[in-house]
Structure formats: C-alpha cells, structure tokens
C-alpha cells in the first residue's frame, strides 16, 4: 500500500528535554492510523510537527511519498483537529465553516450543510458558536478538519468531551469516511478502548519515543490468552493447579486465579478442580486488549 | 492568497468590532464639531487680537477659521490632530488579529499556506480597509456636523490638501496598525497590540521622545534634531492640513520604511513561532 505520511527520526524538542525523540511512524493510504500514549507522551507535539504547526529539530516528514520543503506543499490535503477546535465563537457554526471553505479556495455552498450533518450540527441553525457545549464544540472542529474532505485527517483526541452517543456517532463517521471516501486517518488517543474499535493500525508512544508499530492483527497475536476463575478455596485450587502442572498462575489481589499457560483447557480445569473438592464459582478465557498491551509494554519501558 | 483576503473581508463582514468602531468613529466626530461650536464664541473673544489660541499644554491651537467654522480644512486637521481616529483604527486592528490567534482558528489554515508569509501580508488588505473606512467615516462626520452646525459658513479652500493630509494621516495609522499586527504575531494574542496601539496614538511614549530631544540638544547645544521626525505617532501628530509637501513626503517615507519593517519582522517571528 501507499505510504502517505512517514516521520523519519523525527525529534522535537523544548529546552534539554526531547519531548519527541527520533519517532518514526509509517501510515498508509486508507489506514485509520492509532497514536496511542499517556498525557504528556508527545503525541500532540508529533501531531502538530506533521501538520507544520510546529518546526522540527531533527528528522524528516514524507508526505505522499515527498519529503522536506517538497512536503510542504502537500500540507493543504491534510485536516487536523489539533488540541482544542479553533473556532470564533461570535461566529455560527456555518460561518466558521465558510471561512474554512473560503481560505481553501471551495466554491460549493453545500458542503457547509453537508459536513455539519455529517458530524451532527444540522440543526444548529444560526446560533453562535459561544454558547456550544463543549461536545458540540468538539464536534465543529471535526467539521472543520473535514471540510474539503482532505486525503489525509489527523485528529488529536477527537472524542474529548463527547457523550457516549456522541462518541459512537463519531466513530462512524471516521468508519464510512474511512471506507467509502478511503480518506486516511491518524487519530490519537488515551481511551484505547474506543481506538480500537475503528484503527487498524497502532503506534505506541511513550516519553516521546516510538515503542511499537504495529496493526491490530499483531496485536491480537501478541496478546496472552489466559483463563480466569474465582473459587470457594483460592490457596487449595492454586495447589492442586499446580500438582496437575500448570506452572504460569497468578493470583490477583480480588482473589481471581489466572492461568497463563496455553495448553489447558478451561474444562479440564474444573474438573481437576472439582474432583480435589474445590467449587468452581467463576470461569472465564481471556485475550489482552489493546489496552493491556499497552501497559504491559509501557511498564517494559520503563 | 486572494483566498485568504476573502476569507478575512467575510470576518470583517461579520465583526461586530467593525461596526462598534464606526459608530464610535461617527460619534466622536459628532462630539468634536459640538464641543467646538459649543465653546466657539467663548474662545472667539479669548482670540483677542490674535489668531489663534493654545490650548492644553501645546497640544493645539485653534485659529479664527477653526471657531468660525469656517474652513473645512483646518476643521479636520484640528479634528485629527488627537488620538482619533488613529485610535479606534489601531483598537480594531488588534482585535482583528489577535481573535485569529486566542481562538485557535489560524490552527485551521495555517497549512493550506505552508510558507506562511501569506498570512501575514493578506491581513493588510483588511487593515488597509478598515483604516480607510474608520477615516472616511470620521472626515465626512466632521464636515457634515460641520456644515450642520456652521450651516451657511463653511467653504473648502484647498480640496487636493486635505486629501493629501488625510492620506498621510492614513497612511501613518496603517503603519501603527501593522506594528499592532506585529505584537498580535508576537503574543499569540491581541491583548499587547491593543494596549501598545493604545498608549501608541494617545501619545504616551512621547515623554521619552522628548526627553531624548533635550538630552540631544543638552549633547550637541543644538535644537536641529527631533526624533518625532523618526517616529510614527511624531510624524501622524506633525502632519497638519497645512503640512509643508516635504514633511508630507517624509510622512510617507516612515510609514513605509516601518510598514515594511514591522511586516518583514511579523513573517519571521510568524514562520518562526509554533501555532497554537
């Protein structure tokens, strides 16, 4: 697939700190791209340095397959929702998007209507700005990142301050901009549980360096399998586990077993469990998720 | 780029500042004439057998064709010869451009125009469009209140001079406006272009200009230099309806010279500087 936008060692930094220290990402064409990291891992630094609202101190940015000043000039085909929207709250939502659509040079009228159903704003009429939720606000500057439907859309916590239907809604959106315009989308966020619902590809970031890059198939593969009980007798279960040979077992502090090792089979397990006189309250086979994986590799770095 | 003067032309369109401003503008101009009509016989016969009257600390002087009201000229030159309406010119230029930066919206379009100098040198069309219109807007109040209030006794002596006054005048606020635009680029914000605007055309700064003309004429015992030639706000208060042409083209000099100063420094600090 096409690469559209690679960082190549990019660095930023602020004083002696590298907040973004030689990060290299590779997004392609029709990727709904995950940046995922704690507050302050310099995912909106990266965000902001490939957007060009911020200069690099070292690497290079490619942008559909050119890169330094060449790359610039591809800047227009990207829309961002970079920290908070930027919007004139004196002004309504159709007027912030007119002078979006004006600055860019869009002569169709009726792609202000358009994106503002899209996202969710069709009915807010003529209304300032100012007096938006924090959602609706939230939501604009998705429209605005939108406008032009650009090839490639880079989103910095775009769900923040969402209500959960919001959230879905938003989703959506993404998902058939995704499949049906095949724009590309890099989004970060620190609720992975949302990221991982739509992205299909993962860049992990942690104090400013690049862990890993991966999608999500390799994630589901690296992630551990395990199976969870809760007993009537943990210390008598952990012991007759252990006589029958399971040697990865774990006890969590709200006394649930966890059992690791990938040969087992759940139903053997009660069995063993209930010939030693043990009752089987609870079991379950758990896979990682993205989530998990995250803080597994988050604590490696560290 | 034409995209970019379209797109602020549609904020002026929609700013309520712009609107404020002119009716400010539109006011003063109104209170101006009234004030003087008002006091104009007391101050006639303060003139005595001079021409003229100082008044304030040598702030300005008012001449028999002022208090009689009758040339619009010196009328309008006395107007302007203030802080307005250099003023609400600068007030608005700073609100303008600052909005852009404190609401984030530059975030918007700052990658559709990579080099960035684009965005600095568009705004001058606005500017250059409001300083003309808050301008207009103020001359034609002082001459209709005028005509209105000196009904029967006012006369243009000279047409070309008072357009060539009023676009030096212009032309010096436009500079002071691009210096405003500077501190908004500097401050992400349009708060110190405001207060700097501000302090700027009510002539604040000029203690320091005139304590360096004593210190200058202390060094040198001589009073043949005046740094208010080199200033923006000294040349904008030097330029009076009667203006000899030579001031007048050095009026346009320093407007340009700083114009393109504040505008070169502005596109530095502005593909320098992170946008917020």
């Not at chain 2, 002596?157 to 500079?175: A, E, R, S, W, Y």
């Amino acid at each position: 697939m096409d690469c559209i936008l690679a960082t190549n060692g990019v660095t930023k930094r602020y004083g002696n700190r590298n907040v973004v220290n030689t990060v290299s990402i590779n997004v392609c064409k029709g990727d709904i791209y995950g940046l995922i990291g704690k507050n302050g891992a310099g995912k909106t630094t990266l965000l902001k340095m490939i957007c060009g609202h911020s200069t690099l101190d070292a690497g290079e940015i490619s942008l559909f397959g050119k890169a330094g000043k060449e790359a610039a000039e591809f800047l227009p085909k990207i829309g961002s929702l970079i920290e908070r929207p930027g919007i004139y709250p004196a002004m309504s939502a159709e007027d912030n998007l007119k002078m979006k659509c004006l600055a860019s040079g869009i002569n169709q009228p009726e792609i202000i209507n358009q994106i503002l159903s899209i996202v969710g704003l069709g009915e807010v009429g003529k209304k300032p700005v100012g007096i938006f939720s924090m959602g609706m606000k939230q939501r604009l500057g998705i429209a605005m990142a939108l406008t032009g439907y650009p090839e490639l859309v880079i989103l910095d916590e775009p769900i923040n301050g969402l209500d959960p239907g919001g959230i879905a809604e938003v989703r959506e959106v993404i998902r058939s901009l995704n499949q049906k315009l095949g724009i590309t989308f890099v989004i970060s966020s620190h609720i992975l549980e949302e990221l991982s619902k739509i992205s299909n590809r993962y860049g992990i970031i942690e104090n400013g360096v690049l862990l890993r890059e991966m999608t999500t198939q390799e994630i589901s593969m690296a992630g551990r399998t395990r199976i969870e009980l809760k007993t009537n007798d943990i210390q008598k279960a952990c012991t007759i586990l252990q006589s029958a040979g399971l040697k990865s077992l774990n006890v969590t502090e709200e006394g649930v077993i966890q059992i690791f090792d990938r040969v087992i089979d759940s139903g053997d397990i009660t069995m063993t469990l209930s010939l030693g006189g043990i009752k089987v309250r609870e079991i379950i086979v758990k896979t990682d998720t993205l989530e998990d994986y995250f803080l597994q590799l988050t604590e490696k770095s560290q | 780029m034409l995209n970019l003067i379209r797109m602020d032309f549609y904020r002026l369109k929609h700013s309520n500042a712009f609107i404020t401003m002119l009716i400010l503008t539109a006011a003063t101009a109104f209170l101006h004439i009234l004030a003087l009509w008002y006091f104009s016989d007391v101050l006639l016969k303060g003139l005595g057998d001079s021409d003229e009257i100082i008044i304030g600390y040598g702030l300005s002087s008012l001449g028999i064709n002022i208090l009689g009201g009758k040339e619009l000229g010196e009328i309008l030159s006395f107007c302007m010869s203030g802080f307005f309406p250099i003023m609400y010119s600068v007030l608005l230029t700073g609100i303008f451009c600052g909005a852009e930066y404190k609401n984030g919206f530059l975030k918007n379009i700052s990658g559709l125009y990579p080099s960035r100098s684009k965005l600095i040198i568009s705004k001058f069309a606005v500017i250059g469009f409001q300083t003309f219109i808050i301008f207009t807007v103020y001359a034609v109040a002082v001459i209709l209140f005028s005509v209105i209030f000196w009904f029967g006794n006012c006369r243009i002596d000279n047409f070309p001079q008072i357009l060539g006054f009023i676009f030096v005048k212009m032309l010096l606020c436009f500079t002071l406006s691009a210096l405003v635009q500077f501190f908004c680029v500097l401050t992400r914000g349009g708060a110190l272009g405001i207060t700097m605007g501000m302090l700027i055309s009510c002539g604040v700064f000029g203690i320091f200009g005139t304590g360096l003309n004593i210190m200058v004429a202390m060094a040198t015992r001589s009073t043949g230099f005046d740094i208010f030639y080199f200033t923006i706000k000294g040349m904008a208060d030097k330029m009076k309806f009667d203006a000899p042409g030579k001031d007048m083209l050095w009026g346009i000099l320093v407007a340009v010279v700083y114009t393109t100063l504040f505008t070169f420094f502005s596109i530095l600090l502005m593909k320098k500087k992170e946008i917020r």
